[in-house]
């Protein structure tokens, strides 16, 4: 299958008309979304987790191949929590870069001295070519605007052999378990927000706006694909089965 052209938008998916009015403004609208609520990102993820996040964050690096003296680029690093588990493997904070567009999500981040946090997108990430060892996203490939973009531009500053990792939740196969998710993510959970959180509304609606990315996410097989059509070899999807399906982690390697 041919590669998409270049001046055709790879979406992660279509535009959400009712948050913002245009594929246009998506990149806005979910910058302002995370550097309002920002402050209350960290306690929601910790009561939404169980605990359990740093631990499975850490195995899903471990499992696509993050290792000690590695360096690392974790694009979409929001708050830190990706770079956190990244800077206990690799075992120096220096060769831990985080690159987000949200200013509010990066303040937020408490991390150990050494970490470079830098403003930039998934689509131009402020780095020479073949910069890294390892490149992984936390759960914002559904935020992104071009998949095909971004993962070219992954390829590009990632040394020949790096390995990446992509967190991600994604809809459930079963339309029961997808309606149950459905229901903590769209009711559950941003009442839980509007209850605990700081900036109340605005993190409720955060919360309504991630189940309604999950929902129209394009489906697995076809990220894996444009991996591969952005030159990335041995891409596959493993889900943690632990997390009913919903857990997954995309894996691929630029060829040596």
């Known amino acids: 299958m041919s590669a998409p052209a270049r001046d055709t938008v790879h979406a992660p998916h279509a535009p959400l008309t009712d948050y913002y009015a245009s594929e246009s403004e998506r990149a ?8 309002s609520t920002a402050v209350d990102y960290d306690r929601m993820e910790r009561i939404l987790g169980l605990g359990s996040g740093p631990w499975y964050r850490g195995k ?5 191949g993050l290792r000690a ?3 690392i680029c974790d694009v979409g690093t929001g708050t830190g929590l990706v ?3 990244a800077v206990r493997i690799t075992g120096d904070a220096k060769l831990v870069v985080g690159v987000d567009p ?3 999500m990066m303040a937020q981040a408490r991390l150990p001295e ?3 946090l830098v403003e930039g997108r998934a689509e131009a990430i402020p780095f020479p070519d073949a910069s890294f060892d390892f490149l992984s996203m936390g759960y914002a490939l559904r935020h992104i605007g071009d998949l095909s973009v971004a993962f070219r531009e992954f390829h590009r500053v990632m040394k020949p052999g790096a390995k990446l990792c992509l967190l991600e939740i994604t809809k459930p196969e079963t339309r029961f378990a997808s309606f149950l998710l ?11 927000a509007f209850v605990v959180g700081r900036e109340k509304r605005g993190t409720s609606r955060l919360w309504r706006y ?8 394009v489906p697995p097989a076809e990220v894996v694909r444009t991996l591969e059509e952005a030159g990335f070899v041995m891409a596959r999807r493993h889900i943690d089965v632990r997390g009913m399906s919903i857990l997954a982690e995309y894996q691929a390697t630029r060829p040596a």
């Open 28 to 35: 806005g609208f979910v910058r302002g979304m995370f550097d």
């Open 60 to 64: 899903a690096l471990e499992r696509a």
């Open 69 to 71: 003296g590695m360096r």
């Open 83 to 85: 770079a956190r588990a």
């Open 102 to 104: 949200s200013p509010g």
């Open 114 to 116: 050494g970490v470079q």
């Open 182 to 192: 459905k229901l903590y993510m769209k009711l559950c959970v941003p009442l839980l």
């Open 210 to 217: 991630y189940w309604d990315t999950i929902e129209a996410c």
